[in-house]
């Protein structure tokens, strides 16, 4: 499948630019489900054309895909996956300009909000379930002057008739991130077929890429059901988010069984109920199993997002005090809708306060654990430094609990492209040597010792999907908030 994008005008070289790959040269990219190329088919001042051609093998996406079985026993081998533009194209699109789809312009960064005369030509779309007119209604509102035209079966056999597939251009005079965005996001809509399993992660990136534009969409409600495979639950976790204002009440009601990461493949073990649940059930059990064993009264969760672990612990928990702590209104307003469920005895051993982890708090200060879940690679790595201050130095509680994704294991789950992140706002993550480095060197630094764990079924090679740390404090190197974080560091 291809993606050709036009740019004309005085300004046409800044495409190289912002796409971040020079035009003299072609490159190719290894995906998960097959590779791209991109190249420059023509490079001159006043007009430059860059094409994305992407090329998956059918057969071996088939597959890839255990438990779902063929429509008909040549589906495999007969369909439009090569050639129709769909969801693959967005991720190649993500994985070969990501630079361009997430507004970095190192060398010109002052390029990525200048609007350029842009067309994206996609030769073949499957506008399911509305052809044209359905084209027009999802990239008109976003300001494109849309151009269609349907391709014959077979241009020998005329009398076959037109196909199912349309040839669509699309002009405007906007960013290039903008345009990029759109089509990310609009491609699986068009072609409402997903070539891999939707999870919460899904959300994330429709929420993300859709930031700037699809609250307003008069489409938004087919655009969101079809970019989320038509999942009624993660539907709403993505009204939520639109609606994260509070204009409308926010429903929270199945969020945890679709969590981040519940879709992937878990083994079924009828020895160990627990080995077949959602991964981040498994975290909340493992953490709390670890808060007990140690008899902890009081506990913080750092970065507590739409607290699911603080009201798992209220419930199923003896620890008399649970507080969250988290930098994001909107996930602490969720946070507060499901504390507010809780019964009476539960409710008023949790507390939830807004703060962000990388400066001096002195109220995360008194606790015996605090807990970091999932939390440390939302963190830029240059600011990590000050999150470790701010929990060893300054918190300083007797027991801190940190889980991390392992990078590893990555490669062993689907719908993850080769060198891809888990999730849209991950700065790092990292492989299990690397966990330990960090650790030791946090140990080393603070006074505290460590021992790494592994949460969620093994890979022989890979390891778990999740990696943990549990650290005691042996030595006293406890800072107050008025000091200065350098003496401590030191
Ligand atoms: N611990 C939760 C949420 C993990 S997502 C869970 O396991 O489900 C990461 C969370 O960290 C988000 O809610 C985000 O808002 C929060 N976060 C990111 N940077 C932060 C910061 N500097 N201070 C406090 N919270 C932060």
């Known amino acids: 499948m291809l993606l050709i994008l036009h740019c004309t005008g005085p300004d046409a070289e800044d495409l190289s630019w912002l ?24 490079n001159a001042p006043e007009h430059c054309t860059a094409a994305l051609l992407v090329e998956v093998d059918p057969v071996a996406l088939s597959r890839g895909r255990p438990g779902q079985s063929p429509t008909t026993p040549l589906e495999p081998y007969v369909n439009d996956r090569p050639y ?31 609007a350029l005369e842009l067309e994206a030509h996609l030769p073949v779309v499957a506008a399911q379930g ?26 020998h056999f005329q009398e076959w008739g037109p196909s199912p597939y349309w040839s669509v251009r699309l002009r405007a005079k906007t960013t ?75 429903a929270i009601e199945d969020h945890g069984e679709h969590d981040l990461e519940a879709r992937w493949p878990r083994a079924e073990s009828a020895a160990d109920p627990a080995k077949g649940a959602p991964l981040d059930a498994r975290r909340r059990e ?14 913080v969760d750092l970065g507590c997002g739409e607290g699911k672990l603080v009201t798992f612990l209220a419930q199923h928990s003896p620890i008399g005090h649970i507080t969250g702590v988290d930098v994001s209104p909107a996930a602490l307003e969720i946070a507060q809708k499901r504390v507010d469920r809780l019964g009476p005895s539960q ?9 962000s ?19 440390i690679e939302h963190i830029d790595e240059e600011r990590l430094r000050w999150l470790e201050d701010s929990v060893f130095a300054v918190a300083a509680p007797p027991c801190v609990i940190v889980t991390t994704p392992n990078r590893e ?24 040597s690397e966990f330990v480095a960090w650790c030791t060197r946090v140990a080393s630094t603070y006074g505290y010792r460590f021992e790494v764990g592994a949460i969620g079924d093994e890979h022989p090679e890979f390891g778990a999907p999740t990696q943990s740390a549990i650290f005691e404090r042996v030595r006293d190197a406890r800072a107050t908030p008025e000091q200065r974080p350098t003496e401590v560091n030191a």
């Open 286 to 299: 493992w953490v709390r199993d670890a808060l007990v064993a140690r008899h902890v009264r009081r506990v």
């Open 357 to 375: 982890l990388v400066y001096r708090d002195a109220r995360l200060q008194g606790f015996d654990a605090a807990v970091l879940i999932e939390v």
């Open 409 to 432: 294991a990555n490669a062993a789950m689907p719908g993850i492209a080769a060198g891809a992140m888990r999730h849209s706002d991950h700065r790092f993550e990292w492989t299990r």
């Open 84 to 114: 129709a533009a769909s969801s693959m194209l967005s991720s190649a699109i993500a994985h070969v300009l990501g630079s361009a789809l997430n507004g970095r312009c190192e060398k010109r960064p002052e390029l990525v909000d200048r």
């Open 176 to 250: 290039v991130r903008s345009m990029l965005e759109h089509l990310y996001v609009m491609l699986p809509v068009l072609d409402d077929a997903q070539h891999y399993w939707v999870s919460e992660n899904e959300v994330e990136k429709l929420a993300h890429k859709g930031r700037d534009w699809l609250a307003k969409h008069p489409e938004r409600a087919l655009v969101t059901a079809r970019f989320l495979k038509h999942q009624r639950a993660l539907e709403r976790l993505a009204e939520a988010r639109f609606d994260s204002d509070g204009s409308r009440e926010t």
């Open 347 to 355: 409710r008023e051993r949790v507390e939830l306060i807004q703060g």
């Open 19 to 42: 796409l971040h790959k020079r035009p003299d040269r072609a490159q190719t990219f290894d995906l998960s489900f097959g590779r791209a190329q991109l190249f420059y088919p023509h």
């Open 130 to 155: 509305g052809g044209e007119a359905l084209v027009q209604r999802l990239f008109g509102p976003l300001g494109y002057d849309v151009h269609t035209s349907r391709l014959v079966l077979d241009p």
